[in-house]
């Protein structure tokens, strides 16, 4: 158990935690015992803790915080904002400025063909939307029956729910009868954790083949539409086999079924293009946005809708599905000003031919440690494996919980690394310069030493 702080501050907002907050994620249990961490500012890539610690954030948030944070022009947008129009809705044939013209600038950067919007609070509406849109787009077109989406083992695609049924994460289902009913799941493309003896790109045809078996066993008839993160982040970063998109395009193509990208946390540069589907090369029909939309400083997501998509959803009357918030003026004049400083300062840009590949390159010399698997990359977002045995790919036992123990480690000594199991994942903000990669990369491989110490 962690030493209780010797701060009376830290100790005070550690009891209004345990006596009010109920937090997100969290094994209340455990946070009872020891008290959260108390984050109380940051800027550029680094957070300062109550207890006056100065942590390089290797997660931008929640991987959201891609410009950084401490931008004075997001908080004079927002300002801006309030005093003009702090709120008005979107409903019932009314709109504002602000979501008008932030709809344009999404469209000016998505991929070809994509030019409407539909606004959210959050990513997980973003996924709620695609799910109602799919499904209300094949029942104008005379398809009704075409009503499953399917989605994969382990994506995480939210936390209401319907994203946490089209996400495929046990702990998720386990709790609350999820998934609910229509949604199926295929495997994820996790080469070294479930690739066995197949090389990459041998199983990555066989995982994205898992699809067409799917379609054929519910029957084309009855699938609506499949969903995926072009990288899948929460899950462990799972960076598909060469082979995979190329086969689930093909298999995209042959069947009459929509594909929606999940683009919440691949969106707005983090993989070195504005869009994780324009890295990879895909077509999507939607795509769901949130995070990097506005950098995080304030809440919003929204479904970017294929132009077919789009003419056949105007046939269709009233779509009965909308949020108090979807295009809220505050946020939507926050990201519009996120944009023009991902855009004007060259930051998507910058990721791709500058720091992506420094980055990349720093981060793949930690595969020589002796705790480490595989490292595993694209752009702004990394994972690496803590392993037992680096030749055999043998794991620690569950219990020693050895994720836990690095992640704690980097806590402790300034780096905010997130475990998800025994795989340890970064997504710095994407304004991380060379020195302060060099700072992760030294602080990551301290923490790593300790791990090994502790466990090896
Ligand atoms: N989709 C993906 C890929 C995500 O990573 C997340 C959140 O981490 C979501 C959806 C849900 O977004 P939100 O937490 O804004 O509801």
Redesign the pocket.
Known sequence: MKKASSNPQTRQWQDLGRDHHLPPFTDYKQLNEKGPRIITRASGVHLWDSEGNRILDGMAG??CVNVGYGREELAEAAARQMRELPYYNLFFQTAHPPALELAKAIAELAPEGMNHVFFTG??????DTVLRMVRHYWAVKGKPSKKVVIGRWN??????VA?ASLGGMKGLHGQGDLPIPGIEHIDQPYWFGEGGDLDPDEFGTRVAEQLESKILDLGEENVAAFIA?PVQ??GGVIVPPETYWPKIREILDKYDILFAA?E??CGFGRTGEWFGSQHYGLKPDLM?I??GLTSGYV?M?GVVVRDEVVEVLNQGGEFYHGFTYSGHPVAAAVALENIRILREEGIVERVKSETAPYLQHRWRQLAEHPLVGETRGVGMVAALELVKNKHSRERFPAEQAVGMRCREFCFDNGLVMRAVGDTMIIAPPLVIDPVEIDELIAKAHKCLDLTASAVL
């Open positions: 929640l991987w959050s990513g997980s509406e973003a996924n994506a995480y695609h939210g936390s209401t994203g993160e982040g929460a999940d919440v946390i769901s949130a995070k809440p997501g």
